[in-house]
């Protein structure tokens, strides 16, 4: 497998070089970022379109997922209708023409446009029609549309006929899904994403089964899909390089993940060589075969070749002596590990990186939307990116994850990441920003941290419109109920007040006559 040059990670992975000293890391850096530095925000499109079913889309694995039971999911919640941005698509972008952003970052739904997974079975024109509807109208807007091919959605007709990603064929189905996207709608995308974590969408969907396809087969499943995945994104790079780099020219990357792992004693080689170990696990996975060809020497040292590309062995030994002393991040954000990763820029060669997800969710039902905490979040994790780039590491771009609060897979609806509240009991799920959409956007057009007292007033200010949009929030069930009364009510009064007129007239017509 040739190497694969260009590459998009995910939130959790640690963005930077060395960093100069602890005293620099433990304070506030003010300045701003390289000029062209891309700002924007993302989402996915099962957890935010609905219309699960709606003009000719096909069932997800996720479809089937949410409606095959209880327990699954919390709450038994279901992405029928998610945010239904299905039908809002101008509302939305009209959202990020408020924020500000450079780019939006959003996937495609393979079973809206290939209902049966795949290509020369069926396409769906209408599916092809509303992204490409997405694609003009972020354009009109001087917003960069970043596309994630696939984000979690497999189509449930090839889990069922091949077992989805356990199945080598996967390679196959997915290049023709992307050479479709690409023809569709590569004049106008620049920026492809094909897989968004895949080692989360391995672990928890081939081994522990807490998401869809809700497989367990520990130790085996994992690395037998992994291994077809990093095929299948192989395949669509070199398909792009040969046949529409050279008219569309456009870059493909994949987003990864990787949790931060350090040794307890730095000066003990046991715990040197188990953090790193526990890093090739994580990132050089999916990463090593991209750029070298191959998978990590010490996963086919210690659990063998065969278990890595087909899955024959289980491995019990993945994190062994790898103790995690991850730095401490606020109360129920995800996260992202605000520390160095030489090995990124030494083993890869210093590829452009752009942070496709960080964010923080809100972990308890409520409808505040002065998350002060989530603005203290976006503060700290976004200045240690940029005391990264100062340390010349080559981020080009940054992602707030996310635009709405959505459907948070085996979480429902119950962890809030979004800029945007989205109250979902109300059949139109209206969007309210929060204090962090005032503050991130603040970020946006600064570019950065320009000076203390700049950067305390967003903070202020942020806080002062949050107070007045919460006011506006407890009223909006009252207001709803005006518009009811509005909408039907009155109509339906005064509708009743001509019709009692008009039998009164006709009694008194009649009498007279």
């Known amino acids: 497998m040739k190497p694969v040059r260009v590459v998009t990670l995910w939130w959790m992975l640690l963005l930077g070089a060395a960093r100069k000293g602890a005293a620099q890391e433990s304070t506030f850096y003010y300045g701003t970022f390289p000029a062209g530095f891309s700002w924007g925000v993302g989402s996915s499109a099962y957890q935010t379109e609905g219309a699960w079913d709606q003009d000719g889309k096909g069932p997800s694995i996720w479809d089937a997922f949410t409606h095959s039971g209880t327990g699954k999911v919390l709450g038994d919640d279901t992405a029928d209708v998610a945010c239904d941005s299905y039908y809002k698509v101008q509302e939305d972008v009209m959202l990020l023409r408020e924020l500000n952003v450079s780019h939006y970052r959003f996937s495609l739904s393979w079973p809206r446009l290939l209902p049966t997974g795949i290509r020369a079975e069926q396409v769906n024109e209408k599916g092809i029609r509303f992204y490409s509807e997405l694609i003009d109208a972020l354009l009109r807007s001087d917003i960069t549309p970043i596309v994630t091919l696939h984000h979690w959605d497999l189509p449930q007709l090839l889990q069922v006929k091949y077992g989805g990603w356990q199945n080598a064929s996967m390679a196959t189905y997915f290049r023709d899904y992307a050479d479709l996207?690409?023809?569709?709608?590569?004049?106008?995308?620049?920026?492809?994403?094909?897989?968004?974590?895949?080692?989360?969408?391995?672990?928890?969907?081939?081994?522990?089964?807490?998401?869809?396809?809700?497989?367990?087969?520990?130790?085996?499943?994992?690395?037998?899909?992994?291994?077809?995945?990093?095929?299948?994104?192989?395949?669509?790079?070199?398909?792009?390089?040969?046949?529409?780099?050279?008219?569309?020219?456009?870059?493909?990357?994949?987003?990864?993940?990787?949790?931060?792992?350090?040794?307890?004693?730095?000066?003990?080689?046991?715990?040197?060589?188990?953090?790193?170990?526990?890093?090739?696990?994580?990132?050089?996975?999916?990463?090593?075969?991209?750029?070298?060809?191959?998978?990590?020497?010490?996963?086919?040292?210690?659990?063998?070749?065969?278990?890595?590309?087909?899955?024959?062995?289980?491995?019990?030994?993945?994190?062994?002596?790898?103790?995690?002393?991850?730095?401490?991040?606020?109360?129920?954000?995800?996260?992202?590990?605000?520390?160095?990763?030489?090995?990124?820029?030494?083993?890869?060669?210093?590829?452009?990186?752009?942070?496709?997800?960080?964010?923080?969710?809100?972990?308890?039902?409520?409808?505040?939307?002065?998350?002060?905490?989530?603005?203290?979040?976006?503060?700290?994790?976004?200045?240690?990116?940029?005391?990264?780039?100062?340390?010349?590491?080559?981020?080009?771009?940054?992602?707030?994850?996310?635009?709405?609060?959505?459907?948070?897979?085996?979480?429902?609806?119950?962890?809030?990441?979004?800029?945007?509240?989205?109250?979902?009991?109300?059949?139109?799920?209206?969007?309210?920003?929060?204090?962090?959409?005032?503050?991130?956007?603040?970020?946006?057009?600064?570019?950065?941290?320009?000076?203390?007292?700049?950067?305390?007033?967003?903070?202020?200010?942020?806080?002062?419109?949050?107070?007045i949009d919460n006011q506006m929030l407890a009223a909006e069930p009252l207001l709803s109920h005006m518009q009811l009364v509005t909408e039907i009510v009155v109509p339906t009064v005064c509708a009743l007040c001509v019709l009692i007129a008009a039998v009164l007239l006709l009694l008194l017509l009649s009498r007279r006559s």
Not at 183 to 201: C, E, L, Q
Not at 221 to 242: C, E, T
Not at 361 to 370: F, M
């Open 181 to 467: 996207c690409f023809a569709v709608f590569g004049d106008r995308v620049k920026h492809w994403i094909t897989f968004s974590d895949p080692r989360a969408m391995v672990e928890k969907g081939y081994e522990t089964g807490l998401h869809a396809p809700g497989l367990r087969l520990p130790g085996t499943g994992l690395y037998k899909a992994a291994h077809h995945i990093i095929k299948a994104h192989a395949h669509v790079w070199h398909s792009y390089n040969d046949t529409w780099r050279g008219r569309q020219r456009g870059l493909v990357g994949i987003s990864l993940n990787c949790d931060w792992g350090e040794p307890v004693d730095v000066s003990d080689p046991k715990d040197v060589e188990a953090a790193e170990r526990y890093l090739q696990f994580c990132l050089g996975w999916f990463a090593n075969p991209i750029y070298a060809g191959d998978y990590p020497q010490v996963m086919k040292d210690r659990i063998g070749r065969k278990s890595v590309e087909q899955g024959l062995e289980a491995s019990s030994c993945r994190r062994s002596h790898c103790r995690d002393t991850s730095v401490p991040v606020p109360t129920g954000s995800q996260q992202l590990r605000a520390r160095c990763v030489p090995p990124f820029q030494t083993q890869y060669g210093d590829p452009p990186i752009y942070v496709t997800e960080n964010g923080a969710p809100q972990r308890v039902p409520c409808s505040q939307l002065c998350d002060e905490w989530r603005i203290h979040y976006l503060k700290g994790y976004i200045n240690e990116m940029l005391k990264a780039v100062k340390d010349g590491a080559n981020i080009r771009g940054y992602t707030a994850w996310s635009l709405l609060d959505k459907f948070e897979w085996d979480k429902g609806y119950s962890d809030r990441y979004g800029l945007y509240y989205v109250r979902f009991i109300d059949r139109n799920r209206p969007r309210h920003p929060k204090a962090s959409m005032r503050y991130y956007k603040k970020i946006i057009a600064a570019n950065g941290f320009p000076s203390p007292r700049e950067v305390d007033r967003w903070h202020r200010e942020a806080l002062d419109m949050c107070s």
